[in-house]
Nanobody, 124 residues
């Protein structure tokens, strides 16, 4: 049974940083592209970033996070990370980890597995 578990969400002040982690289990980690999506209250879920299965390529789905957010993965630890810097109140959302065949697939919402989400709240 596949499980995707996110952690690291918290309440942080504007300008601060957080690092989210996602650890899928029950699958061959190195076979999957992994992405981070977010959903703010009353809004649709939006894609943020994705990293290819090999870790050699990253994709930014949202201009709003470029230069502030970074995605990385450690295939030895079966973990993908989202480093978030210079956080803004508009970054407040539930953040979801997703696993799929390719980053292009994840962008099209062809997601094989979703996590349950971790809450990030940025206060002004």
């Amino acid at each position: 049974q596949v499980q995707v578990v996110e952690s690291g969400g918290d309440l942080v002040q504007a300008g601060g940083s957080l690092r989210l982690s996602c650890t899928p289990s029950g699958l061959t980690f190195g076979d999957y592209a992994l992405g981070w999506f977010r959903q703010a209250p009353g809004k649709e879920r939006e894609g943020g970033l994705c990293i290819s299965s090999s870790g050699t390529t990253t994709y930014y789905y949202a201009d709003s996070v470029k230069g502030r957010f970074t995605i990385s993965r450690d295939n030895a630890k079966n973990t993908v990370y989202l480093q978030m810097n210079s956080l803004k109140p508009e970054d407040t959302a539930m953040y979801y980890c997703a696993a799929g065949q390719q980053c292009r697939s994840l962008l099209s919402r062809k997601v094989d597995y979703w996590g349950q989400g971790t809450q990030v709240t940025v206060s002004s």
